[in-house]
């Protein structure tokens, strides 16, 4: 069962959702973005507080509309925040889009990001009408799963018609001094030392109050979210403190936000082919703007490897030309010999397969003007969807490149000739999630002299 449905959060109704509460709350946003994106809804997310930078993900700095709207075409999803960077031990704001913030853009010195800090609400007023839901971090608790709020506490935008506050079960059984943020507040609201056990109790109390989790929530729809219910030695403390809740007619639901299996993906560079159309010069060595297609390619794909090391198992090229593979080598891309090029792209494709990798990413070594944010783009919409192939699309048509979960391997071993992986597209459209883009030159195989 999906979180959204663990919720009972609708899309339609639901469309600004905070969250607040102790250790969990990034997670379970991202595990709705990702869910929401499957959907194809377009999700900003945000905080009205702090957050964690992460910068495998697609960030819009001070909410700039045209990033957002980028990120949102690109990806589905956004997170939107002006960046906190940490120097000589001390935080600082960033605001400039040509200062220190543009280490994020440019993947220089992102360690100095620590933290996303909230926009200011007329921003938030702003970009609430660019996105079909907002998911929003109203609340801190430093990773710790259970928290009483302080006076200012939490920070819920009025625009807000749903609230979920979580609590983390691994708090059962502990005491108070180690497993709560800000452990005297909870002890004076428990009405407990502070070197007490919190109970199942406590965190129903705590859930229900409206000095706990429920505190600034007011009219607006409210449910409770149980993390990690694969930690108490219990199995049925979650069930008991639902139905705690569920008699004070109170909506909770308990799962786990473990992260799930990092999902692996190679890329693979097809350059094989013979160029018969480009006459006796070998196409794949001709300069675009002063750089060798082949080249081109390269450069590319190790930025986007740079950028998502988490989803890149490797790189790879699949190629007939000694001087390409020698190249390869130099910069750490794998190299995979075609002795049969005249076989067709889809000898490429099947020699390029790599069995350990989730899935195949293959892009051909002649379209010099593929954009880097266009290789990232295709990648997060694809792990965002729960389809099993993508591809890059002008105009709802898919062309190059695309991506193959291995579900679709042995169909790719069967294909012959110089077709390629459109035959799988086109076979099984309701399994492809497209990847859009604006301009259609990123799309050109370069196949006559310019």
């Keep these: 069962m999906?979180?959204?449905?663990?919720?009972?959060?609708?899309?339609?109704?639901?469309?600004?959702?905070?969250?607040?509460?102790?250790?969990?709350?990034?997670?379970?946003?991202?595990?709705?973005t990702e869910e929401l994106v499957s959907l194809g809804k377009k999700v900003i997310v945000t905080t009205t507080t702090h957050m964690k930078y992460e910068p495998e993900r697609p960030f819009s700095e001070n909410g700039e509309l045209e990033k957002v709207r980028e990120d949102l075409r690109g990806t589905g999803y956004t997170v939107a925040g002006i960046p906190e960077e940490r120097k000589n031990g001390r935080s600082q704001r960033s605001f400039g889009a040509g200062g220190d913030a543009s280490y994020i853009r440019t993947g220089r010195e992102e360690t100095s990001v620590c933290k996303i800090q909230g926009l200011p609400t007329e921003r938030l007023q702003i970009l609430q009408k660019e996105c079909d839901i907002f998911l929003i971090e109203a609340d801190g608790a430093k990773r710790l799963p259970l928290k009483v709020p302080a006076d200012w506490e939490p920070v819920i935008p009025e625009m807000t018609d749903l609230v979920v506050g979580v609590t983390g079960l691994d708090c059962l059984g502990k005491r108070i001094l180690d497993t709560c943020h800000r452990p005297e507040l909870t002890s004076e609201f428990l009405g407990k030392d502070i070197r007490e056990k919190v109970t199942e109790e406590d965190v129903a109390k705590i859930a229900g109050s409206s000095s706990g989790l429920r505190k600034n929530v007011g009219n607006r729809e409210y449910r409770v979210f149980l993390n990690k219910t694969d930690v108490p030695e219990d199995p049925k403390a979650a069930d008991r403190i639902i139905e705690k809740l569920k008699k004070e007619k109170i909506y909770a639901a308990a799962g786990s936000l473990k992260h799930k299996r990092a999902y692996k993906l190679a890329i693979v560079i097809l350059a094989a082919g013979n160029s018969r159309r480009f006459g006796e010069e070998n196409k794949l060595m001709y300069p675009v703007e002063g750089i060798p297609m082949y080249q081109r390619a390269f450069h590319k794909t190790l930025l986007v490897q740079n950028k998502m090391k988490e989803q890149i198992l490797s790189v790879a090229v699949v190629t007939q030309y000694p001087e390409i593979m020698a190249e390869a080598e130099k910069v750490g891309i794998k190299t995979v010999l075609n002795p049969h090029p005249e076989e067709g792209i889809s000898s490429s494709m099947k020699l390029g397969l790599f069995p350990e990798a989730d899935a195949c990413l293959f892009m051909?070594?002649?379209?010099?003007?593929?954009?880097?944010?266009?290789?990232?783009?295709?990648?997060?919409?694809?792990?965002?969807?729960?389809?099993?192939?993508?591809?890059?699309?002008?105009?709802?048509?898919?062309?190059?490149?695309?991506?193959?979960?291995?579900?679709?391997?042995?169909?790719?071993?069967?294909?012959?000739?110089?077709?390629?992986?459109?035959?799988?597209?086109?076979?099984?459209?309701?399994?492809?999630?497209?990847?859009?883009?604006?301009?259609?030159?990123?799309?050109t195989d370069v196949d006559l002299p310019l």
């Design 2 to 32: 999906s979180i959204l449905e663990l919720l009972d959060i609708d899309p339609q109704n639901n469309k600004v959702i905070s969250v607040v509460g102790g250790g969990g709350k990034t997670s379970l946003i991202f595990r709705l």
């Design 364 to 443: 051909v070594a002649d379209q010099p003007w593929l954009r880097v944010e266009t290789l990232e783009g295709l990648i997060r919409r694809f792990l965002g969807s729960s389809k099993g192939m993508a591809a890059v699309a002008k105009n709802g048509e898919p062309g190059n490149p695309c991506i193959f979960s291995r579900k679709y391997y042995d169909r790719l071993m069967e294909l012959t000739g110089d077709k390629g992986g459109k035959r799988v597209l086109k076979a099984h459209p309701e399994d492809v999630v497209l990847y859009e883009i604006e301009n259609e030159k990123e799309l």
